[in-house]
Nanobody, 123 residues
Framework: QVQLVVSGGGLVQAEGSLRLSCLAS????????VGWFRQAPGKERDFVAA????????TYADSVKGRFTISRDDAKSTVYLQMNRLKPEDTAVYYC????????????????WGQGTPVTVSS
């Protein structure tokens, strides 16, 4: 079974950038979509972005379109989330998960959730 290790979070000022990584161990991502979600304190887990198995299909939440970019490198078993022009409202714990053949926004369609990495954006 795939295990996901998330890294790259931290503290950044508004308008700054961070790149998150989601590394698959045990099994590769190959042939599977992968999604990123986030959960702010006291709020539900929200969809951020997802990428299909080939890397050619992507989906983004409206709140991050034009600022975040999801990509994948199957040779490294890693999916990335490049986050630019960060805002304080992007502060949350970020998670990745496997979507199989699904790369939409419904969290219940994903599995193999990683442990999450905190992102804090100061104003």
């Amino acid at each position: 079974q795939v295990q996901l290790v998330v890294s790259g979070g931290g503290l950044v000022q508004a308008e700054g950038s961070l790149r998150l990584s989601c590394l698959a161990s045990g099994r590769t991502f190959s042939g599977n979509a992968v999604g990123w979600f986030r959960q702010a304190p006291g709020k539900e887990r929200d969809f951020v972005a997802a990428i299909d198995w080939s890397g050619s299909g992507t989906t983004y939440a409206d709140s991050v379109k034009g600022r975040f970019t999801i990509s994948r490198d199957d040779a490294k078993s890693t999916v990335y989330l490049q986050m630019n022009r960060l805002k304080p409202e992007d502060t949350a714990v970020y998670y990745c998960a496997v979507g199989g053949d699904y790369y939409g926004s419904s969290a219940y369609r994903y599995y193999g959730w990683g442990q999450g990495t905190p992102v804090t954006v100061s104003s």
